[in-house]
């Protein structure tokens, strides 16, 4: 599956790469449902599909659709914790992670959508987030001062790799 940004849904690929159609939502577009969706990720315990959204109808929130792409409601409600244009999610182990490009934060939630706190603060416009083998978390930083910034999974920063402006991906 990938998330389609400009079209407004999340298409399915067979495993050659072959477009099957439009997996989210069930139905086709509707922008009251996803509407500039960024990032997606998948529930570790039921397989349902979750979005990151910031505009329309589910604006900073995550919703979520069943393993047919029916749309379920919201995993994380509009604006919980503060959270501002959500653009990416990871599931660990205990949490759930969703970078917040206009909170400047990456936030964290138990595993059914509740805010818990902010892992990490002071984030300028952090896009994609990834967790690492060893349990630190690389984000990357659009904004002021570039680069990809690595914490551990206290959130305390251990690393800024720079050299590289305007990233949106790790």
Same mark, same amino acid.
């Given at each position: 599956?990938?998330?389609?940004?400009?079209?407004?849904? /999340?298409?399915?690929?067979?495993?050659?790469?072959?477009?099957?159609?439009? =997996?989210?939502? *069930?139905?086709?577009?509707?922008?009251? +449902?996803?509407?500039?969706?960024?990032?997606? !990720?998948?529930?570790? !315990? &039921?397989?349902?599909? /979750?979005?990151?959204? @910031?505009?329309?109808?589910?604006? %900073?929130?995550?919703?979520?659709? &069943?393993?047919?792409?029916?749309?379920?409601?919201?995993? #994380?409600?509009?604006?919980? @914790?503060?959270? %501002?244009?959500?653009? &990416?999610? #990871?599931?660990?182990? %205990?949490?759930?992670?969703?970078?917040?490009?206009?909170?400047? *934060?990456?936030?964290?939630?138990?595993?059914?959508?509740?805010?818990?706190?902010?892992? +990490?603060?002071?984030?300028? =416009?952090?896009?994609?987030? =990834?967790?690492?083998?060893?349990?630190? +978390?690389?984000?990357?930083? =659009?904004?002021?001062?570039?680069?990809?910034?690595?914490? &551990? %999974?206290?959130?305390?920063?251990?690393?800024?790799?720079?050299?590289?402006?305007?990233?949106?991906?790790?």
């Amino acid at each position: 599956t990938i998330s389609d940004q400009s079209r407004h849904y /999340v298409a399915e690929f067979d495993t050659t790469g072959g477009h099957i159609g439009i =997996f989210a939502p *069930a139905g086709g577009v509707n922008t009251a +449902i996803l509407q500039n969706l960024r990032g997606h !990720n998948y529930r570790n !315990n &039921d397989g349902n599909l /979750v979005v990151t959204v @910031g505009a329309g109808g589910n604006n %900073n929130s995550v919703p979520e659709f &069943d393993r047919t792409g029916n749309y379920l409601g919201q995993f #994380i409600t509009a604006a919980s @914790g503060g959270l %501002n244009s959500p653009f &990416d999610i #990871i599931f660990r182990a %205990n949490d759930v992670l969703v970078s917040g490009s206009s909170s400047n *934060a990456v936030h964290r939630y138990d595993l059914n959508g509740v805010y818990l706190n902010n892992l +990490i603060t002071g984030q300028s =416009f952090p896009q994609q987030i =990834f967790e690492m083998s060893n349990g630190n +978390i690389a984000v990357a930083n =659009f904004s002021t001062g570039g680069g990809i910034r690595v914490y &551990d %999974n206290s959130g305390t920063l251990v690393q800024n790799l720079t050299g590289a402006t305007g990233n949106r991906g790790v």
